[in-house]
């Protein structure tokens, strides 16, 4: 079954706004990541947060986690076109390396 | 520091085909593992190999699918025969060495099967 599950499914705003979107998941993690993926593309790493982690910050990007609410998010700060793609979170658990996505959050950044 | 590179980008084959597709680690990587997106479905798992050997294969769908790493380098994945269900984006990554961190994912393999 989808371990993440990410809200909003989808997202538009306008450049220079915030972005925020969030994820939930089921069971215990170890790490939590968030990927990109622009249209047709790869999916390109940004950013890890360990278990024993609260927040960390890459860039315009800041990513949170909240293990007692099993949750995290993403913010993406000043946003631009070039940020127009889908965002997924994965988790994975102590001990079990494979990846467990969610269906994803489709942000559209207007000009 | 060159990326994971899957070939080939794109594959159109008709069901009951082979097809055989190839991701190629970042150097020095142990971890490999093969992941796919079926159309309006979330990213799921299919293998993991830990240098030439098969670590997890829970994700596999079925004896359709096969895959191989031979000299834990690149690996390839099979699929014989084709079947339409089997159309989907087909992800590779990899990490480094006894470390469950980060993936570095490949640009995928559009595999369609008419």
């Known amino acids: 079954s989808q371990q993440g599950e990410e809200d909003p499914q989808a997202l538009s705003i306008q450049e220079g706004e915030n972005a925020t979107m969030n994820c939930s998941y089921k069971?215990?993690?170890?790490?939590l990541q968030w990927y990109r993926q622009n249209s047709g593309r790869g999916l390109v790493h940004l950013i890890l947060i360990r278990s024993n982690e609260r927040e960390k910050h890459s860039g315009r990007l800041r990513v949170t986690l909240d293990t007692s609410k099993k949750s995290s998010s993403l913010l993406i700060t000043a946003s631009r076109a070039a940020d127009t793609a889908s965002y997924f979170c994965a988790t994975d658990s102590v001990n079990d390396y494979k990846l467990s996505f969610g269906a994803g959050t489709t942000v559209t950044v207007r000009a | 520091e060159a990326g994971v590179t899957q070939f080939p980008s794109h594959s159109v084959i008709e069901k009951g085909q082979t097809v055989t597709l190839r991701c190629d680690p970042i150097s020095g990587h142990d971890n490999l593992y093969w992941y796919r997106r079926v159309m309006g479905k979330e990213i799921k798992f299919l293998l993991h190999f830990v240098k030439e050997s098969k670590q997890d294969e829970s994700g596999m769908p079925n004896n359709r699918f096969l895959a191989e790493r031979t000299g834990g380098t690149y690996s390839t994945l099979k699929v014989q025969p084709a079947e339409l269900e089997d159309s989907g984006v087909y992800f590779c990554?990899?990490?480094?060495?006894?470390?469950?961190?980060?993936?570095?994912f490949g640009p995928g393999t559009r595999l369609t099967v008419t």
């Open positions: 069971t215990s993690i170890n790490n």
């Open positions: 990554a990899s990490s480094h060495r006894g470390w469950g961190g980060e993936q570095y």
